[in-house]
Nanobody, 123 residues
Framework: VQLQASGGGLVQAGESLTLSCAAS????????MGWFRQAPGKEREFVAA????????YYADSVKGRFTISRDNAKNTVYLQMNSLKPEDTAVYYC?????????????????WGQGTLVTVSS
């Protein structure tokens, strides 16, 4: 599975941004997609995940109510709508793909990763 993330950029606090992640290759082996982020000097952390078939979603507490993950099965694309952005949301955002089993919030359950897209939120 190959993943191509896009949509990052520089925004001001309170503004919105939408990230996209297009999957290609052996997409039939993917059961769910996740978004993770890594701020400078910090470990990579879970942001959100969505199951391809059911659309069931999972969110980190820090983004719940502000971020929305969605998918377009026909386009093999997952989106992350980010509203009310805060400076602490500044990070490189990565999309990742996984198959069945394990925790949706653990990055170790995701064998396939995109290249990352930088989101910078200024105060």
């Amino acid at each position: 599975v190959q993943l191509q993330a896009s949509g990052g950029g520089l925004v001001q606090a309170g503004e919105s941004l939408t990230l996209s992640c297009a999957a290609s290759g052996r997409t039939f082996s993917s059961q769910a997609m996740g978004w993770f982020r890594q701020a400078p000097g910090k470990e990579r952390e879970f942001v959100a995940a969505i199951r391809w078939s059911s659309g069931i979603t999972y969110y980190a507490d820090s983004v719940k109510g502000r971020f929305t993950i969605s998918r377009d099965n026909a386009k093999n694309t997952v989106y992350l709508q980010m509203n009310s952005l805060k400076p602490e949301d500044t990070a490189v955002y990565y999309c990742a793909s996984r198959s069945w089993g394990g925790s949706y919030v653990s990055l170790y359950e995701y064998p396939y990763w995109g290249q990352g897209t930088l989101v910078t939120v200024s105060s």
